[in-house]
């Protein structure tokens, strides 16, 4: 498949499933078991650094994961966007600690929060195979992200994030495209 007919299925694919998770997540009272389902994987986590994100656009709360995630003294990173380098930067959450908005309006830590490598990684999506495959929303940061830790030998725990029905038969993907090792859903925790 050509680079071209790629980004445009991902862009047609992005629009129908934005639209079907904002529809699906407000008429449907969802059980959220994130913080029971990762807990087979949570004593892996306490030695070392593990982002997460904030919802938002109609993500899945990840709010009773990050309670879970603090009770176990587990070191907490969030998403930021560098405004000059304009990549993606992790920085220290601390509990209870006030979060300003972010490039897109989503929530993070302040500037002055510390700079975390982690080596968890909890990633958004908007849809998800049985391959590991994400699609994600088509700016490429966690791709790139990924790829820095790759080259550098610093290998992560991906773990893609969402809900159930975001499961689809095959995310078009190409080269670019990092595969998640877990999924973790309201419904279930699974391994790539």
Not at 69 to 97: A, H
Not at 110 to 132: E, H, Y
Not at 155 to 163: A, D, E, L, Q, R
Request: negative net charge.
């Amino acid at each position: 498949m050509s680079d071209f007919n790629n980004k445009s299925e991902k862009s047609a694919l992005r629009k129908f499933l934005l639209n079907r998770r904002s529809s699906y997540a407000s008429i449907n009272d969802i059980t959220n078991n994130l913080h029971v389902h990762i807990k087979p994987l949570i004593d892996s986590f306490i030695t070392q650094h593990v982002s997460i994100f904030q919802p938002y656009n109609n993500e899945i709360d990840t709010n009773n994961l990050i309670t879970l995630l603090f009770s176990k003294k587990i070191s907490i990173s969030l998403p930021c966007i560098d405004e000059d380098s304009n990549q993606m930067i992790f920085r220290e959450l601390k509990e209870g600690e006030e979060l300003v908005k972010g490039k897109y309006g989503i929530l993070e830590p302040s500037d002055k929060n510390k700079v975390i490598i982690p080596s968890v990684l909890f990633i958004p999506l908007l849809a998800f195979d049985d391959n590991g495959n994400r699609l994600g929303y088509g700016g490429g940061y966690y791709d790139k992200y990924i790829e820095e830790l790759e080259n550098n030998e610093n290998m992560s725990i991906k773990i893609g994030v969402g809900y159930s029905f975001q499961k689809i038969n095959e995310v078009p993907n190409n080269s670019m495209d990092k595969k998640l090792n877990w999924i973790l859903t309201e419904k279930y925790l699974y391994k790539v």
